[in-house]
């Protein structure tokens, strides 16, 4: 068995081999995972992640590959991570996915990866983030992180991302109120993607009138639009990200970014870890009893947790 050290050179070679085998290690738990992170911390912080979401079919991958290829012809390595909070599979297993960018996977200067629920230790948001941190480190300049819109695990995976481009489509109707819970907070860019359908102008109202409801917000985010499938207003959604990224570098938003990155990260590992050494302590027969207690109303939880760590 390789051991972080094995792992470490052809890492930060950027061999595709060692980079999914590193992403497994972090998401199950491998014992050498720790160590393996602990190498590349002090190399990382160069890639610009972009976050690419919206509803099912809206055509983010159609536009990850677009971006991609982009990317690729300036010299660009490009990582792309597909994270599907629906999916139980992982490492690879969205079909249409892959049949979709089998062109740029056999690309040795693009890494793609499925992300997926099952195995992903601490949930899809640190697989994510541990992904997208292991490409950094193996040299690829650019990550694109797709995700399906849908609730608090998807919001969790944006706060990966250095820029998060939502994408929308015409003829959403309802659709679009929908998407504002959560995800009207977070979009630094909105994409009018299928701009070549009938009502791209409709969502591009709904669109700004949303967003003259809002907060008014120190970035204002655009709205651009796109064709994905013929490759049009690709560069300048790429323009407009790099726009965003030279904002955020102007006004101290990448460190804020990281920060924020930062904190999430550590105290979801100490809430973690404060769990475990509960368990370790107290006994899962005693935890579990506890539950049990909670759920008979014969205690309620406050006292059953203050019971658990020795507080009065
Ligand atoms: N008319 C039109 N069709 C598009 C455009 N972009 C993508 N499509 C098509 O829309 C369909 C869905 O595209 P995808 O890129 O797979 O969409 P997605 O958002 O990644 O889908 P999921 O990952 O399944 O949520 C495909 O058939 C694309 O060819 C566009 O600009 N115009
Ligand atoms: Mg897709």
Redesign the pocket.
């Known amino acids: 068995m390789p051991s972080s050290a094995d792992l470490l050179e052809p890492l930060r070679r950027g061999e595709p081999r060692a980079l999914g085998r590193a992403i497994s290690w972090m998401e199950n738990g491998h014992p050498g995972a720790r160590d393996l992170m602990a190498s590349l911390w002090p190399h990382l912080g160069r890639a610009v992640v972009i976050g690419i979401t ?11 590959d677009r971006l991609a290829r982009a990317l690729r012809a300036e010299g660009q390595k490009v990582g792309i991570l ?1 994270v ?1 909070p629906t999916s139980p599979f992982s490492g690879g297993a ?1 079909l ?2 892959r049949i ?1 960018m089998q062109r740029i996977a056999a690309d040795p200067g693009i890494f793609i990866r499925s992300m997926a629920t099952r195995g992903a230790l601490g949930g899809l948001a640190r697989a994510t983030q541990d992904a997208i941190d292991l490409l950094d480190a193996a040299g690829y300049d650019t990550v694109i992180v ?1 995700t ?1 819109g849908v609730g608090q695990d998807e919001v969790d995976v944006v706060s990966c991302v250095q820029t998060c481009c939502v ?1 929308l489509v015409p003829g959403m109707g309802d659709e679009i109120q929908a998407i504002k819970a959560g995800i009207m907070e977070v979009a630094d860019l909105f994409v009018i ?5 009938d009502g791209a102008d409709q969502v591009e109202q709904e669109l700004t009138a949303m967003k003259s409801l809002a907060p008014p917000r120190p970035w204002d985010p655009p709205v651009l639009r ?5 490759g049009e207003g690709i560069p300048e959604l790429l323009d407009r990200v790099r726009e965003h990224g030279a904002w955020l570098r102007a006004h101290g938003g990448l460190a804020r970014k990281a920060r924020e990155r930062a904190r999430l990260r550590f105290e979801s590992l100490l809430a973690e870890a404060a769990l475990r050494r509960a368990r370790a302590q107290a006994g899962s027969e005693r935890l579990e009893a506890a539950i049990q207690a909670v759920a008979d109303h014969a205690q309620d939880p406050y006292t059953a947790v203050a019971g658990i760590l020795g507080e009065p």
Do not use: C, F, Y
């Not at 796109?226 to 013929?230: G, L, P, S």
């Open positions: 919206g509803s099912p079919g809206a055509g983010k991958s159609t536009l990850t597909a599907d969205i249409g996915d979709r797709e399906v994408v993607n299928k701009a070549d359908r796109t064709v994905a499938q013929q």
